[in-house]
């Protein structure tokens, strides 16, 4: 191994699609195959070496393809996976030595720095001309930075990506006015007590023809010179300082390239520095963006809105915001996803602040809207947000506490406040959290906030017995606002009881076509299935233009009162047309053949939770 390298390197794809070119010639007209002679044939054996195992009857420049993609496919090729291939046998020791691309990754940390750097000059001379990804963790002393970049800078021409994170800014000074023409990715970090680093504008002569990554960490992006607009993807973290928004303008505006923004910053910091000259601006457009991505350590506050809004984004398909900064620790507090329709998903955030993230063009196009344990403020904020949300179907309330909602908007038992009115909301998805304090005691007033008079879907979850009650009594004073209601979901409401509101559902929900009834008493519902039950006759049947029932995770679910709902329904000529049943139906054979002779029956899961889309799904 420390003898001279005297073999031409193996010509592999790895080898022929990277390695450099002589000015003017082209890689594009270079063939793998048309680079053998034509007298070379694939089953050729390598006669200096012949052991009689199928190993031997691969050709050279297969085997060393084969190595070439198991050294690629190392996520930190460090020196041991090549130190397997020398000592495994002479012939892939050859291979090895000849293959430059087996030689083109460099990991150099403070662990193995030491070993590593003694070999570095013969590592680079077997690489030959093959381009090189070079990552320095330099956490070691500045005489030993020194050494390795007076390694490394005479094969600037070579670097391919380069990384760097360094406690010792004067690692940069080294890259000032360095030609790296092959450079496509760039990472420059900065940890020390200085919080930030200004590069100097020097720095790879401003001229990087082929960069398309860059990630800044503690460096200050108003003195970075390169060519940002040629980006595909940008990242910029920590504490640097930015440009005033007229250079951020010039810096980015209207890049034809960018479509991925990363942001893990301060964002009162960002937007003092792209405010300090106290003009009002448009927002920079960025038309190739496609996914966004901002990290933050406060939460979804007003500052990180307008961070965002910073930015016009037409043709934007994900916006993510997270809290954390580690891969195991992020939380996920909105997301915004244009397909397959628009769809916006907030955790634990103010209402008002995760919808101002998004543009009007934006809003207006929302057609899913869920709020998991949402906070509600500024009531007439609220309104106006919503009215433009012009596309809106479906709105999914998940853990919402109706008792806090309401005093968080200010409003008092009795108060009648302005209406947000949702004209194009088909589907409210309600699912109330069972906590310490009051819940869902005061959900028909929070119902009552929103006018949806094309409300088609309703789906109850979590109700307590007097939640139920009142909910019901709210909807039993307002039938005529709600004529297009024709679904309704009860779910995870085990312990509900027979009572008057629950007698007088088919008067409160008359045009019901859906009814599903997951963990709850389905009895309950059944016996007001059947005329004779209530004692209507076909004229007053209960619930006339029901045509799908879906009962599940009720074993007390009672098979002769299902029976005597579809025998008397078919009798007075409305029958139900669809059953959706969970596995307990099928324990009475003879019941269940009885059942799927006379309704078409589709098995489905006994879960603890619907679908937000289950109204779809019985469609």
């Known amino acids: 191994m420390d003898g001279k390298d005297s073999s031409s390197p193996a010509l592999t794809p790895f080898y022929l699609s990277n390695s450099l070119q002589e000015a003017g010639v082209s890689s594009s007209n270079q063939d793998y ?21 199928p190993i031997d009857n691969i050709p050279n420049e297969v085997l060393s393809h084969i190595v070439e993609t198991a050294y690629f496919s190392e996520e930190l090729p460090y020196d041991n996976f090549r130190s397997v291939m020398l000592k495994t046998s002479s012939r892939l020791r050859r291979i090895t030595l000849s293959t430059p691309s087996l030689w083109s990754k460099y990991h150099l940390t403070q662990g193995n720095i030491c070993d590593y750097l003694p070999n570095l000059p013969r590592y680079l001379q077997r690489s030959r001309d093959y381009p090189l990804d070079i990552h320095l963790s330099c956490f070691w002393s500045l005489p030993t930075t020194e050494h390795v970049m007076d390694l490394l800078l005479p094969h600037s ?33 900065h940890f020390s007590s200085e919080r930030r680093l200004s ?65 893990h910053v301060k964002p009162a910091f960002v937007l003092e520095d792209l405010h300090r000259s106290g ?55 909105l997301r915004y996803s244009a397909s397959p329709s628009p769809l916006v998903r907030a955790k634990h955030a103010d209402v ?38 012009l596309s809106l179907e479906k709105l999914a309330l998940l853990e919402l506490n109706p008792f806090t909602a309401l005093q968080d908007l200010g409003i ?15 589907t409210l998805d309600i699912d109330v959290i069972r906590d310490f304090r009051p819940a869902d005691a005061d959900l028909a007033q929070f119902i009552r906030l929103f006018s949806l ?56 929900f008359p045009h019901l076509k859906t009814l599903s009834l997951l963990h709850v008493p389905s009895n309950l519902f059944l016996s007001q299935l059947a005329p004779s039950n209530m004692g209507y006759g076909a004229a007053g049947l209960p619930w006339p233009d029901l045509e799908s029932l879906m009962v599940s995770g009720d074993p007390n679910a009672s098979k002769p009162l299902l029976h005597k709902v579809i025998a008397e329904r078919k009798a007075v000529g409305r029958p139900l047309k669809t059953l959706f049943l969970d596995s307990s139906f099928q324990a009475n054979t003879d019941s269940w053949e009885w059942i799927r002779e006379r309704v078409d029956v589709v098995e489905v899961p006994s879960v603890n939770r619907v679908d937000f889309c289950v109204d779809d799904v019985l469609r």
């Not at 993510?320 to 992020?330: K, N």
């Not at 979590?462 to 139920?468: D, E, I, K, P, Y």
């Not at 297009?484 to 009860?490: K, N």
């Not at 509101?501 to 008067?507: D, G, I, Y």
Request: aromatic share 6%; net charge negative.
């Open 279 to 333: 003009n009002n601006q448009a927002p920079i457009t960025l038309p190739a963006l496609r996914t966004f991505t901002v990290l933050t350590s406060e939460w979804l506050t007003d500052d990180v809105a307008r961070l965002v809004r910073t930015f016009a984004t037409p043709n934007l398909e994900s916006l993510v915001i997270q809290e954390g900064c580690g891969p195991d620790s992020l939380y996920e507090i």
């Open 412 to 426: 008092a038992a009795g108060d009648t406040p302005t209406l947000i009115s949702i004209p194009s909301l088909r």
């Open 33 to 53: 195959f048309a680079a053998w002679p034509c007298n070379h044939s694939i089953s050729e054996l390598d006669h200096n070496e012949t052991l009689g195992t």
């Open 352 to 389: 008002g602040a995760a919808l101002r993230c998004l543009e009007p063009e934006k809003l207006e196009k929302v057609h899913t809207l869920e709020l998991t344990r949402a906070a509600w403020k500024d009531l007439a904020n609220l309104s106006q947000s919503f009215e433009r949300m």
């Open 199 to 263: 590069l100097e504008s020097t720095i790879f002569g401003g001229n990087l023809p082929k960069l398309s990554q860059l990630l800044l960490r503690n460096i200050s992006l108003n003195r970075v010179s390169l060519p940002l607009r040629n980006l595909t993807k940008l990242e910029v973290r920590g504490y640097g300082a930015w440009p005033d928004f007229a250079g951020l303008h010039e810096m980015l505006s209207n890049s034809e390239t960018l479509e991925e923004l990363v942001l």
């Open 453 to 508: 008079p094309s409300l088609s879907s309703l789906i109850l979850r979590h109700l307590s017995q007097h939640g139920f009650e009142k909910t019901v009594e709210s909807f039993a004073g307002h039938v005529d606002e709600y004529s297009e209601l024709t679904a309704l979901t009860v779910t995870g409401t085990p312990g509900l009881q027979q009572s008057a509101q629950a007698h007088s559902l088919p008067l409160v």
């Open 157 to 189: 021409r070579r670097w391919q990506h380069l990384s760097i994170a360094t406690p010792n800014g004067a690692i940069f000074h080294s890259l000032e006015n360095v030609s790296a023409p092959l450079l496509k990715t760039v990472s420059l970090s």
